[in-house]
């Protein structure tokens, strides 16, 4: 408990990124008009779920006006909309919707966070944020102890997840990111890849409510 809440304030008070900085915290002052009342978190944004889960999730990075806003994970957009539907549905979450900090949401066996902590610009970190960012994802890792699916929702996840995770030795060719394909790390552990439930996925249909549903059963089998 301790180590988490030490953990989370080193993040909170992460000034490392200039460029993700001004910008997280020029959204948090100017607003968008829907949201002129609330008071945006404008920080570093942590991990949320369960702190014993055998599933690890990684997105991107928090949206402008969704967990740069509510100040959890996936929180206050569209893609946590279509996120944690498809939990609820797949028995890992305890309702289907996500709307702010304190709105009595939890996770089972599940736990989300992000390769970058802060909003970016067009949601598209620079590679050299990434990789300032990459000491928080590890060190969340290491509090996980208990590890034993990796989900990465998009290619920029899933390249990180294998930045950490060693393919299985026995495995002869380098994993290739596609939807719902699913790889054996060392340790036992499995890394299952999806599309990113953004909009730009989801209203396009690249990423249907059947294909996320998918990636959760595929899941549930590689736990049991
Ligand atoms: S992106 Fe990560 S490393 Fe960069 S300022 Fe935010 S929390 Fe710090």
């Known amino acids: 408990m301790y180590e ?14 200039p460029r ?20 945006y978190w404008g920080k570093p944004v942590p991990g949320f779920g369960d702190q014993n889960a055998h599933v690890l999730v990684i997105g991107l990075a928090p949206a402008a006006h969704g967990a740069n806003r509510t100040g959890r994970m996936f929180t206050g957009d569209s893609s946590g909309s279509f996120l944690y539907a498809a939990l609820h549905r797949a028995g890992f979450a305890n309702q289907p919707t996500s709307s702010q900090r304190y709105d009595g949401l939890t996770l089972r066996e599940v736990f989300i966070s992000a390769v970058c902590r802060c909003a ?41 997840a294998l930045r950490h995770f060693a393919p299985a030795e026995d495995t002869t060719s380098r994993p290739v990111f596609g939807h719902a394909a699913a790889y054996p790390l060392v340790n036992g552990r499995w890394l299952v890849a999806s599309y990113h439930p953004s909009r730009q996925n989801t209203q396009t249909g690249r990423l249907t ?3 996320f549903d998918d990636i959760w059963v595929k899941v549930k089998s590689l736990l049991s």
């Open 20 to 39: 993700l900085v001004a910008w997280r915290e020029e959204v948090a002052r100017v607003k968008r008009r829907a949201y002129r009342d609330e008071t």
């Open 4 to 17: 988490w809440r030490s953990f989370e304030n080193d993040m909170t008070s992460c000034h490392r990124c």
């Open 209 to 211: 409510e059947a294909m």
């Open 120 to 160: 970016p610009p067009d949601n598209k970190p620079a590679p050299d944020e990434i990789a300032a960012c990459r000491p928080f994802l590890e060190r969340e890792i290491a509090l996980l102890s208990d590890l034993r699916v990796v989900v990465a929702l998009g290619r920029v996840a899933f390249d990180a």
